[in-house]
């Protein structure tokens, strides 16, 4: 071990060896609840040198409010993309600190208590670092450096293994890595030097000169795919080589809202790490998602444990005002009941301060769940599988993915709506096992189904297993072009006539129509509004039941001089 970095944490080299070792069971298979606390101000501006920041960040203190609150293990804020918060050698030490070391009191603390502690590390918008090495920005396809944002493919890969390096010689027991995207949004990257050189290298041609969505395109979604994963996977490999004893995950962004945009596909970006860390919030995702977030993590990473961030926190991350403690409840127990073990994220006030209140909910929080224990980590019951597919997300939804989010939230809000037990069922990892652990398997508006899903429905079908079809399912070929023929019309038993241009399209029922078992409390020769995309198919085998009404138009709309955002009424 390095010298310097042994007299930088200042501790025995028994307690490094024991906070290393992962003696027994690893910490996050039992865990159910725990904390992660961290400072509020650094992305205000507070790298500008206030000395108030942080002064009150203590990690003694913090490992010991959150024992007492029943957390059982605390994920304490090691590095950001401004500061470190311990005597770092690699970024600047927050000023307000002086003389203290968080990591270090932390990991006393921990011991003390016997509370696994796991340090938090930033990786993506590392300010300090880019303002140091500004040829490590991410760069857009005309060249330009994307504010805040590093490519993965540069050098900051050793940078990042130095930080690591020095967190690990304090004889954590964890790290939670934050997070690896590639962006929310446009400009979108990376068309640096070094990404350059990969691509030709692999494909022998230059890249693409923008989101062409063409072939050079899906080469580079591959690229900016496999980057995010193989900088993972180094990570994870080097924390391996370091110390074997300690815990990896990474903050997954696989889930909807997140797009290709982001650089991450469901499975590909959950499995390089010792579990997968998703986070939920009201604010941010909504309250259905709040399950929904879980069951996907769970397909992604089958086996193994899922953790999931919530807040206290009102209205984001960084709100310092405190929820009622029924709607932590609602929020914790969902995540529970899904499989999840959870971690409450308390951000601090600017000067580190922690708020009474918020850990008085908390603890109650936690000691009833304690209490409950054996009541979670149970399999879920699930009577519908809800089919989500990475590659109509990215190349049918392309720069709105809303397209076909739209259509998988729609089907998941349904089956909450009608308390139907659902699981998901993601496109990278389905198999026939997985199908045959549901009766019903539903494909809601995956406009691209290759020939080996194909092949597995039908299978699914041939063994006795039920499929739901709807919208445009299967009918985009791989690169997001409309096909002349479904992929699904043998499964259909119909031939595809057109897919309608309007989303506000009817359905009606004649009187008498169809079997009981589907139209039992439907009203007939009544139009009900079904928005959203719809096909019109030509029965060859199956039975037809209803019939599709397409909108209205006024004169117009008919001329492009209105717009057809709101329903109009059932037409032919």
Avoid at 87 to 93: C, T
Avoid at 114 to 126: N, R, S
Avoid at 214 to 225: A, G, P
């Amino acid at each position: 071990m390095d010298d310097r970095l042994v007299t930088l944490c200042g501790l025995p080299m028994a307690m490094l060896a024991a906070g290393a070792a992962g003696l027994g069971t690893p910490w996050y298979q039992q865990a159910l609840v725990g904390m992660e606390v961290g400072p509020t101000g650094a992305q205000f501006g507070a790298e500008g040198g206030d000395p108030l920041y942080a002064a009150r960040f203590n990690g003694s203190e913090i490992v010991r409010r959150c024992r007492e609150a029943g957390s059982e293990y605390v994920v304490v804020w090691a590095r950001d993309g401004v500061y470190a918060y311990y005597d770092s050698a690699v970024q600047p030490k927050a000023p307000g600190l002086r003389e203290r070391d968080v990591l270090r009191e932390a990991v006393r603390e921990g011991r003390r208590l016997g509370m696994p502690i796991i340090a938090y590390c930033v990786l993506q918008y590392p300010t300090t670092a880019l303002a140091e090495h500004p040829e490590w920005a991410m760069r857009d396809a005309d060249g330009k450096p994307i504010p805040d944002r590093v490519c993965f493919n540069s050098p900051y890969r050793e940078h990042v293994k130095d930080l690591l390096k020095e967190m690990l010689a304090y004889g954590i027991d964890g790290f939670h890595l934050d997070m690896v995207d590639q962006g929310f949004g446009p400009p979108h990257g990376c068309w640096c030097d070094h990404c350059a050189r990969l691509y030709e290298a692999r494909y022998g041609a230059a890249m693409p000169t923008g989101v062409t969505w063409d072939e050079s395109w899906n080469r580079m979604l591959e690229l900016r795919y496999e980057t995010s994963a193989g900088f993972e996977r180094e990570l994870t490999q080097f924390i391996r080589s370091e110390a074997p004893g300690v815990t990896v995950d990474y903050n997954y962004h696989g889930n909807p809202p997140f797009s290709w945009e982001v650089g991450q596909r469901p499975v590909q970006h959950a499995v390089n790490g010792d579990f997968v860390t998703g986070e939920t919030g009201i604010w941010g995702f909504s309250a259905l998602t709040t399950g929904l977030n879980v069951e996907i993590y769970r397909a992604a990473t089958p086996g193994r444990p899922v953790q999931v961030a919530m807040q206290r926190g009102v209205r984001m991350y960084h709100d310092q005002t405190t929820r009622p403690l029924a709607d932590m409840q609602w929020e914790l127990y969902t995540l529970l009941a899904h499989g999840a073990f959870v971690t409450m994220v308390d951000k601090t006030a600017y000067d580190g301060w922690l708020d009474p209140v918020a850990y008085e909910r908390i603890g109650e929080l936690f000691a009833e769940a304690r209490r409950r224990r054996d009541e979670f980590g149970h399999a879920p019951v699930a009577d519908v599988a809800l089919w989500f597919s990475d590659r109509s997300r990215d190349w049918y939804g392309r720069q709105d993915p809303s397209r076909y989010f739209a259509g998988f939230l729609g089907a998941h809000k349904a089956m909450t709506y009608e308390h139907l037990p659902w699981s998901v069922v993601l496109e990278e990892n389905a198999s026939l096992a997985t199908l045959k652990q549901t009766p019903v398997v539903l494909l809601p508006n995956a406009a691209i189904v290759g020939e080996a899903t194909v092949r597995l429905l039908s299978d699914y079908v041939t063994g006795g297993g039920n499929l739901i079809v709807t919208g445009i399912s299967g009918c985009f070929d791989h690169m997001g072009q409309p096909r002349p023929h479904s992929a699904l019309e043998n499964l259909i038993g119909g031939r595809l006539v057109r897919p309608l241009e309007s989303r506000d399209n009817h359905v009606r029922f004649a009187r008498g129509q169809g079997p009981e078992a589907l139209t039992a409390g439907l009203r007939p020769d009544w139009p009900f509004l079904v928005e959203g995309p719809a096909v019109v198919y030509e029965a060859t085998e199956a039975t037809a039941i209803g019939e599709l009404l397409a909108p209205h138009r006024t004169v117009r709309q008919i001329q492009g001089l209105e717009a057809t955002d709101w329903p109009m009424s059932a037409g032919e």
